[in-house]
């Protein structure tokens, strides 16, 4: 009965979770396996020297490594009160077994430092009506999140689209 | 080292930013996955990918925005500040892909004190876009 999931959903919009805390500090291991992986040469990211003289003082993290931090651990497992994992749940459980990322936005507001520690919060924030795509039909799902730093400054608010569907066969 | 910039000043709209390609490996998926913390299987299983409906395992998508942002700042040079980025998301890129980046500067402007550029940019495979969207960055001035 999909009428009923979306009415369902609609009904959670503006569900809130967090703040989780990150389990790392920003550090420099993290910063250099990040660019060794991604080929990022950045003197901000790697060169102590070069990034002491800059309006940065010292070295920072590439901007877009935020969701890493907050990345849960692979150990100890910890489930997290996610209000965007409760609506898949509850689509899958509707029918609507297909899930692609379809749209992520950031906005990035501070430089993380080295040492800075980061929490985020989650807000399911919009449900679309029912849509048929060439995947199949489903419903365009939108979470924001927003992280700070331990001083609770907002470093990036990001936002996430997924579509739930039943995939056309 | 000295490190270029590219200053607000000149730059124009509709200048395009040099292509850069990437060969896309099992080690890159892997690396990249683990480097961004994502222990999801289908981006270090191929089992599990397969199961999933895909071909091979694929790259994940704090990667892809790792790449556009290496772009961008390699571009401009570390002056230049991320400021928005928008990823639409499409092709999934397999090991075995070359990932093609382009960029062209479409709008500059002022926002307060601040000196920006739109670029759209995109990451293509052969399958066809990867990821396209708007990045807004912060230049600095020669003033």
């Known amino acids: ?169 | 080292m000295a490190w270029k910039s590219v200053y607000w000043d000149e730059v124009k709209e509709g200048n395009e930013l040099p292509a850069q390609k990437r060969e896309i490996t099992r080690t890159t998926v892997i690396a990249t996955a683990i480097a961004t913390r994502d222990f999801t299987p289908v981006h270090h299983d191929h089992e599990a990918a397969r199961k999933s409906g895909a071909n091979d395992i694929f790259l994940n998508i704090l990667t892809t925005g790792g790449f556009i942002g290496k772009y961008m700042t390699d571009w401009s040079g570390p002056e230049g500040q991320l400021k928005r980025m928008v990823i639409r998301l499409g092709a999934t890129c397999y090991p075995g892909d070359t990932l093609t980046s382009n960029g062209k500067v479409v709008k500059k402007y002022t926002e307060g004190a601040n000196h920006l550029v739109d670029i759209d940019y995109n990451l293509t495979v052969a399958m066809g876009p990867h990821a396209w969207g708007t990045v807004t960055m912060i230049l600095p001035t020669k003033s």
């Not at chain 1, 979306?6 to 809130?16: N, R």
């Not at chain 1, 490594?65 to 996610?82: E, N, S, T």
């Not at chain 1, 795509?133 to 990001?158: A, D, I, P």
């Open chain 1, 1 to 169: 009965m999909s009428q009923g999931v979306y009415e369902k959903l609609q009904a959670m919009v503006g569900e809130e979770a967090g703040p989780f805390e990150s389990p790392n500090e920003v550090n420099m291991a993290m910063i250099r396996h990040w660019c060794e992986a991604m080929e990022d040469g950045n003197p901000l990211y790697n060169d102590e020297k070069y990034a002491k003289n800059t309006r940065y003082g010292g070295i920072i993290a590439p901007s877009q490594m935020v969701q890493a931090y907050c990345m849960p651990p692979l150990w100890p497992k910890k489930v997290m009160p996610d209000p965007q994992a409760k609506a898949v749940r509850m689509m899958d459980e509707a029918g609507y077994s297909g899930v692609v990322a379809t749209t992520t936005s950031q906005e990035y507001f501070r430089p993380m430092r080295l040492g800075d520690r980061l929490s985020y919060k989650i807000k399911f924030v919009s449900v679309s009506p029912e849509k048929t795509t060439r995947l199949g039909t489903g419903h365009f799902l939108t979470s924001e999140y927003t992280y700070t730093n331990q001083k609770g400054e907002v470093v990036c608010l990001q936002s996430f689209t997924i579509l739930k569907f039943k995939p056309t066969v």
